[in-house]
């Protein structure tokens, strides 16, 4: 089956620092993936959805600026928290949607980041 | 846009008992709608889907049941196991649209 791999799955950083994340899609092309963040016993909120080889789309209130997005292949795309504070501290989570195959949607295994 | 309601949101059941989680939706458009279940630390994981043209789909212990009309499905997981343990996402999507729109969840205890 479709299979989505998140790096890191833990992360620490000071503030003010950046941290990149990675998500791939292992065993297929994605041309469109998806950020999804995640708070302590809430449900996933849609960031952004990721497009290769174009800008990415945010959802409202998602500044574009602070969480970058980059998908410049077909089995990746990244997501760079820039100048972290401690308010970034959250579970985030990418997927993506193996077209070929099943209809839902793989997800990666979360990324948790925490800032100091 | 879609509005996915999920109760309850906290649920608790002697182990071989069933569970039973029921989530609906607003919009009409929606036409699949799969079930995550998601352990303390880790992304989602599909267990089960159903599209609107089918009422009922099953696979072992678990099973989701659809009324379109009444825009509303439901998890049902029969026989628990401690294993199950976990919080439980629905959601909705329609076959063009990129985004699922995700239920509040429901953290499923199973008490031995």
């Known amino acids: 089956g479709a299979v989505v791999s998140q790096h890191p799955s833990w992360v620490i950083c000071k503030s003010g620092t950046s941290v990149k994340i990675e998500c791939r899609s292992l065993?297929?092309?994605?041309?469109?993936m998806f950020w999804y963040r995640q708070f302590p016993k809430q449900s996933l909120m849609l960031m952004a959805t990721s497009n290769e080889g174009s800008k990415a789309t945010y959802e409202q209130g998602v500044e574009k600026d602070k969480f970058l997005i980059n998908h410049a292949s077909l089995t990746l795309s990244t997501l760079t928290v820039t100048s972290a504070h401690p308010e970034d501290s959250s579970f985030y989570i990418c997927?993506?949607?193996?077209?070929?195959?099943?209809?839902?949607?793989?997800f990666g295994s979360g990324t948790r980041l925490t800032v100091v | 846009g879609e509005n996915v309601e999920q109760h309850p949101s906290t649920l608790s059941v002697q182990e071989g008992d069933s569970a039973v989680i029921k989530c609906t939706y607003s919009d009409s458009a929606s036409n699949y709608f799969p079930w995550y279940k998601q352990e303390l630390g880790k992304g989602p994981q599909l267990i089960i889907d159903i599209r609107s043209n089918v009422g009922e789909k099953k696979d072992q212990r678990i099973a989701v049941t659809l009324n379109k009309t009444a825009k509303h499905f439901s998890l049902h997981i029969t026989e628990t196991q401690p294993e199950d343990s976990a919080v439980y996402f629905c959601a909705a999507s329609t076959n063009t649209g990129n985004q699922f729109y995700f239920g509040t969840g429901t953290s499923l205890t199973v008490i031995p």
């Open positions: 065993d297929f092309q994605a041309t469109t």
């Open positions: 997927s993506a949607r193996d077209l070929t195959g099943r209809e839902s949607y793989t």
